[in-house]
C-alpha cells in the first residue's frame, strides 16, 4: 500500500519523543522539556507548553456590528480589543458548548446560528493549544456571568471597520485578526 503524501512528509520530517520531563503543571499551562529523535537519527530539545484548548466566536448583530471586548491583558501590560473567548473546562468538553457558555459569561449574548470556522494554533513552534473560531449571529442580548477574576468592558464595532482596524495594527490580537477576516469571508458567502 503506498503512503500519501502526508505520511511521506511526516515520515521525512517527523520527531519521535524519546523523553519527556515536566517543568511546570499549572491549571492552564503544563511546561515540558522533551528530548526528541530527528529524522537524521540526531536528537534535540523541545521545551514545549501543553494547553487544555479554548474557543473564540465572531458575534456579528443583525446591523452588522460585532461584539467585542476590552480588557487588560497582564502579560503585555495593555488594555486591548478583542472577540471574545476562553479556554475549556475540560479537554473533552464539547467546543461547542463551551463557546456558547463563554460568549452568554462575557458579554451577555446568546446567538440562534453557530458557523464553526476552523482551527487556529496561536503558537504551533511552542505550544499545543488549540483554539476552535466560531462566527455567531442571530444574536439576542441577556445579562453577563462574569467570572469573579474578569473585568472587561463590551463594545460594538461594526465589521465593516475591523478590517482595516486589522491591517493598520489597531486590533493586535493573533485569533481576533485571524477570526475576524475568517468570519468575513463567511458571511460574503
Known amino acids: 500500500m503506498a503512503l500519501s503524501s502526508y505520511e511521506e512528509e511526516l515520515k521525512e520530517l517527523g520527531e519521535k519523543q524519546v523523553y519527556s520531563e515536566e517543568i511546570f503543571n499549572g491549571l492552564v499551562l503544563h511546561v515540558k522539556n522533551d528530548t526528541v529523535s530527528l529524522p537524521n537519527g540526531n536528537t534535540a530539545t523541545r521545551e514545549l ?3 487544555i484548548g479554548a474557543v473564540c466566536v465572531v458575534p ?3 446591523d ?3 461584539i467585542m471586548e476590552r480588557q487588560f491583558r497582564y502579560p503585555i501590560d495593555s488594555v486591548i480589543t478583542e472577540i471574545p473567548a476562553g479556554k ?3 479537554k473533552d468538553e464539547d467546543r461547542l458548548d463551551a463557546v ?3 460568549l452568554r459569561e462575557e458579554t ?3 446567538a440562534a446560528e ?3 470556522m476552523g482551527i487556529y494554533y496561536p503558537a504551533p513552534a511552542y505550544s499545543d493549544e488549540k483554539i476552535t473560531m466560531y462566527l455567531a449571529t442571530g444574536l439576542t442580548k ?3 456571568d462574569l467570572d469573579e477574576d474578569e473585568f472587561l468592558n463590551i463594545v460594538q464595532i461594526p465589521i465593516t471597520e475591523l478590517k482595516d482596524d486589522i491591517l493598520s495594527g489597531k486590533i493586535t490580537d493573533g485569533k481576533t485578526q485571524v477570526a475576524i477576516l475568517k468570519a468575513i469571508h463567511f458571511l460574503e458567502q
Open 108 to 110: 451577555g449574548y446568546e
Open 49 to 51: 507548553i501543553r494547553h
Open 64 to 66: 452588522g456590528k460585532v
Open 60 to 62: 456579528v448583530t443583525d
Open 142 to 144: 441577556g445579562e453577563r
Open 100 to 102: 456558547k457558555r463563554e
Open 114 to 116: 453557530w458557523t464553526d
Open 88 to 90: 475549556l473546562d475540560s
